[in-house]
């Protein structure tokens, strides 16, 4: 399993903002700035993170965006997922229906379900905080 660009971004971006004063204001500006991540990216990224729950909003003068949650209160898996999507190793294993030559015999649609949640769990128990270190 590798990462795309935008969910190793998400967490760079998360990661920065986690070494901030807690409840300290932060542009997409500062932040592009910061990690070297573009800056088209860094606002589309804080919009999927704010959608998501990870990041809060606020207009205005003194607006921009702040953690919404302390930063062991969020997991690698919550990044990833904000941008991702649900972790699913295999198209089968996400509960669409897809094309596959081997469903109606496949043996192992049936535990991929199993590996997902381990390698979610695994990213669950990595904490912002860890990696702001």
């Not at 990690?35 to 998501?52: F, H, N, S």
């Not at 953690?67 to 509960?95: F, H, K, N, W, Y």
Request: charged residues 20%; glycine residues 10%; contains cysteine.
């Amino acid at each position: 399993m590798r990462l795309t660009h935008l969910a190793d971004y998400a967490v760079v971006i998360m990661t920065a903002a986690a070494r901030r004063e807690q409840g300290a204001r932060l542009s997409a500006s500062e932040l592009a700035q910061e990690t070297g991540v573009p800056l088209p990216t860094t606002q589309k990224l804080m919009g999927r993170l704010a959608a998501a729950g990870l990041l809060d909003s606020a207009r205005g003068a003194a607006g921009g965006f702040s953690l919404a949650r302390p930063p062991g209160d969020i997991s690698l898996a919550d990044i990833v997922e904000s941008v991702e999507g649900p972790i699913a190793l295999t198209m089968c294993s996400d509960g669409v229906n897809h094309d596959c030559a081997l469903d109606a015999h496949c043996r192992i649609k049936p535990h991929m379900g199993i590996v997902g949640n381990a390698v979610r769990g695994a990213l669950g128990a990595v904490r912002l905080t860890e990696l702001a270190r």
